[in-house]
């Protein structure tokens, strides 16, 4: 696997990892699918994790590789709840919604107190991750995002781009240059997207109720 770590390629004086540009591409990939309200988002995002996952675990960077075993398994129950538990619209696509007030209030606590315990235990053990704070919030912040994806909220869009802030500086100063320029691609993708869901949002309730006038 220590290809996964080898050099790709150099590009303005940075040196490009296969596994950081391999797995990264993939994620961009997954993105693009949940901007279009496709299923098969979720496997795209478990390759990428996959990838991810084995590119970390061989340079020793166990908090990095442990994230991804979550973002993997969080891959695997948001495919089985697009694939079973929620509504489509007639092109296939998942129906997509606000959350309420009282799910907004779960997820922003759940944020908060995440990224207060996952960051106290990498402040306790170093070797699990460089910069604890940061990565603690980025690690967190992806788990609310998914979740909302997976949940068909519109809110997931807005946790994104939260974790993207953090994302991109936190990228380039640990040295994986490729996965700091895909998160400013992500926010160009998040933005569109967002717009997307917004609008699909809106005029969702407006066919059904005509839907059901008609009926």
Do not use: C
Not at 130 to 140: G, K
Not at 161 to 186: C, E, K, M, R, T
Not at 196 to 213: K, N, V, Y
Request: net charge neutral; aromatic share 16%; proline share 3%.
């Amino acid at each position: 696997m220590d290809w996964l770590n080898a050099e790709a390629f150099t590009a303005f004086g940075q040196h490009i990892k296969w596994s950081d540009m391999t797995g990264n591409l993939i994620g961009l990939t997954a993105l693009a699918l949940g901007w279009r309200r496709s299923v098969w988002t979720w496997p795209v995002q478990f390759a990428s994790g996959l990838i991810l996952f084995a590119a970390f675990a061989t340079s020793h960077l166990t908090g990095s590789a442990g994230k991804q075993l979550v973002v993997m398994g969080v891959a695997v129950w948001g495919w089985r709840q697009w694939s079973r538990g929620h509504r489509q619209e007639r092109d296939g696509a998942i129906a997509v919604r606000f959350a309420t007030w009282g799910e907004r209030a779960v997820m922003a606590g759940a944020a908060l107190l995440g990224t207060l315990v996952v960051g106290g235990l990498f402040t306790l053990y170093p070797s699990l991750s460089w910069d604890p704070w940061p990565d603690a919030y980025i690690f967190v912040g992806t788990l609310v995002a998914m979740y909302a994806q997976a949940r068909g909220m519109v809110e997931f869009w807005f946790a994104w781009l939260l974790v993207d802030l953090v994302g991109v500086p936190l990228n380039f100063a640990n040295g994986y240059v490729f996965s700091g320029f895909v998160y400013v691609i992500y926010g160009v993708l998040v933005l569109w997207g967002l717009r997307d869901w917004w609008q699909r949002s809106r005029t969702a309730p407006a066919l059904e109720g005509l839907e059901g006038a008609a009926a």
